[in-house]
């Protein structure tokens, strides 16, 4: 948290403390600052008749005031409308793209970037209207932009999913399926090995006792073996460890494969957007050692009945059962 500004009563011990001869450190643990803060604060308001706490707090008001405001401080209107807006749940960014493309009357000749209004949000005066409640993720605080070191996979026989037939980047085809894991409350084993059907969004769960490699491939095979006979055509991943025994699916049943980029787990958005569903019935909270079979499968068959407008508004199980039916025959 960023640390309150030096006060008149502060520079007063400052212009003090220098006309005694005290270093900077000494200086600093009477105004209880860090001493970088009390050098700066002599370069930046010095002059050639030396430091006054009197000439530096002028300084530093006139150089306060002089600061621009942002965008919307000086645009009421604009303002108004943008935290309106917010309120409708739009993203800063739906925001700015509204106002450029399809400006009210009013405002027809104002712009503001996405930038622009995140730092509203999380300047004082958007804290204080709770905007930050406003956003999808709703975090208090700004958080960095943190940038992740790819890492070499250790994933035995791993095919790119760049070398992927076009048909199943297509959804043409029935049979192709992508697979994940969903972890449940931080420091207990086990979660649910999911796989989703790309074309019909068919969800299948297994109840995993542990996270390891090998649970995953027997609930892979379970899985296999639950379904019509050429309905698994090939089988997506992302570069968990959990995916490293994927080679059970190419040895005992000749099913190809594939796994997304380090870090690029979009790449398989079908069961990515299928786990937000499931976090419905299974939250983060979740304990995997208390969830029993039962619960996964009255989850399962109301996931895969719930109609989706992606199959304009047919269930994934009515999708899977036509195609596959068409297929045996």
């Known amino acids: 948290m960023e640390q309150e500004r030096l006060t008149f009563r502060d520079r007063q011990w400052i212009e003090f403390g220098a006309a005694l001869g005290w270093s900077c450190r000494q200086i600093g643990r009477h105004v209880r600052r860090n001493h970088s803060v009390v050098v700066r604060e002599l ?8 430091y006054e706490a009197d000439r530096a707090q002028h300084y530093a008001t006139r150089r306060e005031a002089g600061k621009s405001q942002l965008k919307l401080g000086k645009d009421p209107r604009l303002k108004e409308w943008v935290v309106e807006r917010l309120q409708e749940d739009w993203s800063p960014e739906q925001i700015a793209g509204r106002l450029r493309h ?4 009013e405002l027809r000749d104002r712009q503001v970037c996405h930038e622009t209004i995140y730092q509203f949000v999380y300047n004082s005066e958007g804290q204080w209207l709770d905007l930050w ?5 709703r975090h208090q605080m700004r958080r960095p932009v943190r940038t992740r070191q790819t890492r070499p996979t250790l994933i035995p ?3 790119s999913i760049h070398l992927r037939p076009e048909a199943v980047n297509d959804r043409t085809i029935l049979g192709h399926w992508e697979s994940d894991t969903v972890e449940g409350r931080r420091g207990r084993p086990g979660g649910l090995s999911v796989q989703v059907e790309r074309l019909s969004r068919f969800t299948l769960m297994t109840l995993l006792g542990s996270k390891r490699a090998e649970e995953t491939a027997d609930a892979l095979v379970r ?3 639950r379904l019509p006979q050429g309905t698994v055509r090939s089988v997506t991943f992302d570069n968990g460890p959990e995916g490293a025994k994927h080679t059970v699916l190419q040895g005992e049943y000749g099913i190809p494969t594939y796994f997304t980029d380090p870090y690029c787990s979009w790449q398989k958005g079908t069961v990515e957007n299928m786990n937000g569903f499931i976090r419905q019935y299974f939250p983060k909270r979740f304990d995997p050692t208390t969830t029993t079979d039962d619960q996964v499968r009255r989850a399962e068959d109301r996931l895969n009945h719930r109609p989706r407008k992606c199959l304009t508004y047919q269930t994934p199980a009515e999708v899977f059962a036509t195609l596959s039916g068409a297929l045996a025959s």
């Open 43 to 50: 370069n930046r308001n010095s002059d050639h008749f030396g």
């Open 102 to 105: 399809h400006p009210p009357k």
């Open 133 to 137: 409640r406003c956003l999808r993720r």
């Open 157 to 159: 026989e791993r095919t």
């Open 223 to 225: 899985t296999v073996e």
